[in-house]
């Protein structure tokens, strides 16, 4: 017996777009092609095939109309919407940035958790969410009172997984701050067939791939390509969307969301990829280098593993030291004096050690070391 042939439910937080979490899920999902796959919310063709061609049980949340444009408030009662009673299963494996560790497996089940961060929102991100805000002092003291309980559930609910998996070297510490259990580190995969180079001329712009989140800092990228006259392609969208576009100028250019395809084409033709937040790993930044491209990154968090600074002879982009305008211009500059120094061909080497076969050797690997099993990846 294989590990393919366990007979697996998959959990997931929620289904929304194709992200990184996404793309750790579809492996799951490749791996047991028929396994049930439970999430809170889900918005039917935002994923790929992969992903919804099987079961998918949602939680009454997705009962709510509109859910979509609205469900990230409904925070505080996620905790209670993942309580399912699960079938009888060999294994419950999650994928998990906020509330899906925190399922109670069947008896006899083992629970693997792939954790992308422990709930960011309650714990080591709760001032970029919640205290920049400007709320006064009763919803300032309300917001608290929550986090409080959403960690305490968070803590407490750990001890239903029997397997924490890490995303990161920085997420392996946080498991160890929040829960006080230990990891193994796998790092998620990266697609370096699709995002490869090509035979186009570099330009001299700049280019942002995210979320419009508070946390993902991107009025950094804007203001310091102001600051500097540089030409900056955003392409995402999200909730500071009216805030980021209120701070662009002439050079600053906003696509929206767009096809692989083209966020390919840009990874190809821009001078360099900008990643000013604190990420739990980040997989745009090896998906730039997989294209050639050098990274000029915040160097905390995930970046620190994906990203080596100049002046390493082997490196593959720019670390910034704090998160200031100043500090972000300044290292852009320093990329402008040495970019002949960024060979493409190196860059591409560099993302390969995040390949998807190398993820999914690493994750089903460990989980056939765990269950006693063989493994065997299909050809």
């Known amino acids: 017996m294989d590990v393919g042939s366990l007979n697996v439910i998959l959990i997931h937080d929620w289904l929304t777009g194709m992200r990184g979490g996404e793309k750790v ?28 061609d099987r079961p998918i049980v949602t ?43 925190g399922v109670t497996p069947p008896e ?16 080591h991100m709760q001032e970029s969410y919640f205290d920049e805000r400007g709320w006064g002092w009763p919803k300032r003291w309300l917001a608290n009172l929550v986090l409080a309980r959403l960690r305490d559930w968070d803590r407490r609910s750990a001890d239903r997984v029997s397997h924490f998996i890490a995303n990161s070297h920085v997420v392996r510490q946080r498991i160890r701050d929040c829960y006080d259990r230990d990891a193994v580190v796998i790092h998620p995969p990266a697609d370096t067939h699709f995002y490869c180079p090509a035979d186009v001329v570099r330009e001299n712009y700049y280019l942002i791939l995210s979320a419009f989140a508070p946390y993902k800092r991107l009025d950094l990228a804007i203001e310091a390509c102001k600051k500097l006259g ?22 600053i250019e906003f696509l929206g969301w767009q096809p692989d395809e083209v966020l390919r084409d840009h990874l190809r033709r821009c001078a360099a990829l900008l990643f000013p937040g604190e990420e739990d790993f980040g997989i745009v930044p090896v998906e730039a280098q997989a294209c050639g491209t050098p990274v000029i990154a915040f160097g905390k968090g995930g970046a620190t593993e994906t990203v080596v600074p100049w002046p390493r002879p082997d490196a ?64």
């Open 108 to 123: 006899g089940a083992l629970h693997f958790c792939y954790c992308h961060t422990p709930m960011r929102y309650a714990w």
């Open 230 to 251: 540089r030409k900056l392609v955003v392409i995402g969208s999200g909730q500071d969307e009216s805030k980021l576009r209120a701070l662009a100028d002439a050079n």
């Open 25 to 52: 899920l579809e492996s799951l999902c490749r791996r047991w092609p028929t396994a049930p796959l439970y999430t809170l919310i889900h918005k039917p063709g935002s994923c790929s095939k992969t992903i919804e």
């Open 59 to 101: 939680s009454i949340l997705n009962k709510l109309p509109w859910v979509h444009s609205y469900y990230r408030y409904l925070l505080p009662f996620m905790p209670w919407a993942v309580g399912w009673t699960l079938p009888t299963c060999d294994a419950v494996i999650s994928s998990s940035h906020c509330v899906a560790k």
């Open 316 to 379: 593959t982009g720019m670390w910034f030291d704090e998160q200031t305008i100043d500090c972000l211009a300044s290292a852009m500059e320093s990329f402008e004096q040495h970019r002949a120094a960024f060979d493409p061909q190196r860059l591409r080497k560099h993302a390969l050690q995040f390949r998807l076969e190398r993820f999914e050797e690493e994750l089903f690997g460990f989980v056939a070391k765990v269950m006693g099993l063989e493994q065997r990846l299909a050809a």
